[in-house]
């Protein structure tokens, strides 16, 4: 089974502080993604990556940044944290854009 | 990628088909409808896919009209643990965008 993990489910920082989301996949998928969800608003892709060291911004991507430097990992950068960037934050991956989408757990961040 | 629509909220009772319908009426030929579903505080877990045929695999049924421009998911024998937000998504297949709307929110009923 396709096992995406992420390194916190829960996360509580103050305004100002960076913040790293991590997540790994075991599965060697090309894609990786960020999302956030929120009530009302439903999923929202922040930043995708289909390669090491490659990124594309998704439909929010202000106030974030990734880092893909292994296959395997991607990682979510919030260089100063805001009120407005409390959310679930999930990851996925895929094999390739012709596959479905693997989900982790998601982390709840809360910025105080 | 082609919007859709689904009901807010539905109720079945366990041990019924949960059939649950979306409107997807801009829909393109090369776009897949696929099914996930999100279980609380957990991530969105994969259903089901198809593009005109209908499908069906361990999980669940998913019959798309002639026209494909609306699509029902069947979980055939609902369980409690079948309570979860439901996404139909549409997207061209080869992209890498999937948009997840607010979803059906389905209580499986004792």
């Known amino acids: 089974d396709v096992k995406v993990t992420q390194s916190s489910r829960y996360l509580v920082k103050r305004t100002g502080e960076k913040v790293f989301l991590e997540c790994v996949q075991d599965?060697?998928?090309?894609?990786m993604f960020w999302y956030r969800q929120d009530p009302g608003l439903g999923l929202r892709l922040i930043y995708f990556?289909?390669?090491?060291?490659?990124?594309e911004k998704g439909d929010i991507p202000e106030g974030y940044s990734v880092s893909r430097e292994k296959k395997e990992r991607f990682s979510l950068i919030l260089e100063s944290a805001s009120t407005n960037q409390t959310s679930m934050y999930l990851c996925?991956?895929?094999?390739?854009?012709?596959?479905?989408?693997?989900f982790g757990p998601g982390t709840r961040l809360t910025v105080l | 990628d082609a919007k859709t629509t689904q009901p807010t909220s539905m109720d079945c009772a366990e041990g019924r088909a949960a059939n649950l319908p979306c409107n997807h009426s801009?829909?393109?030929?090369?776009?897949?409808v696929y099914w996930y579903r999100q279980i609380h505080s957990q991530g969105p877990q994969y259903i089901i896919h198809?593009?005109?045929n209908n499908e069906t695999n361990e999980m669940a049924s998913l019959i798309i009209t002639e026209d494909r421009k609306s699509s029902t998911l069947i979980l055939p024998h609902a369980t409690l643990r079948d309570t979860a937000v439901y996404y139909c998504?549409?997207?061209?297949?080869?992209?890498?965008?999937?948009?997840f709307g607010t979803g059906t929110r389905l209580k499986v009923l004792a």
């Open positions: 990556s289909y390669d090491v060291k490659m990124k």
């Open positions: 599965m060697d998928h090309e894609n």
């Open positions: 998504i549409v997207r061209a297949s080869g992209t890498y965008k999937y948009i």
């Open positions: 801009t829909i393109s030929g090369n776009e897949y």
């Open positions: 996925a991956s895929n094999l390739d854009s012709y596959n479905e989408q693997f």
């Open positions: 198809g593009l005109k």
